[in-house]
């Protein structure tokens, strides 16, 4: 088996592609490895091409019509897993639950704001808006407030 590294800081994300005769065990290890070792990233179906998608450039994953989408700030990946499967793989620190068919990054959160119905609205830093419904507020905004404090500590630790 031959290995080529090329570097190309050009490139918008990190990438491995596979070139093989067939697929057989030990190209089966690799993906696996691959999959496994990336706790940071999720697998993300782009263009029919599996990627890897670093958690932190993920605004949010929503489940439509059975199946689940991952949405960085230009593109819309399909995820081959549940939410409910999600929400035991993904950062806790980052990720949050607002409501039943969505899972938010609350970094990419510009701001809040009361909506009717005691809902709240996130907007988020690609304009986009989220839903947080009654049932998931108190966990999103101790979230929020978390990092928030998280941030201003490491601001003052830092000076």
Do not use: P, W
Request: charged share 30%; glycine share 4%.
């Amino acid at each position: 088996m031959k290995i080529k590294i090329f570097r190309n800081s050009g490139l918008s994300e990190d990438r491995v592609e596979i070139y093989c005769r067939g697929k057989n065990r030990q190209v089966d290890k690799i993906v696996h490895f691959i999959k496994e070792s990336s706790h940071e990233a999720v697998i993300g179906i782009l263009d029919g091409i599996e990627r890897v998608v670093a958690q932190e450039d993920l605004y949010y994953f929503e489940s439509v019509d059975k199946k689940c989408y991952g949405y960085s700030h230009s593109e819309v990946y399909q995820i081959k897993s549940t939410l409910a499967n999600l929400e035991s793989l993904l950062n806790t620190d980052l990720f949050v639950r607002v409501n039943k068919s969505m899972i938010l990054n609350i970094c990419k959160v510009q701001s809040i704001q009361s909506d009717l119905n005691m809902r709240t609205m996130a907007v988020l830093h690609n304009g986009e808006q989220a839903v947080i419904s009654r049932h998931y507020q108190k966990n999103f905004k101790s979230k929020l407030y978390g990092l928030r404090d998280r941030l201003q500590e490491q601001k003052y630790e830092n000076h």
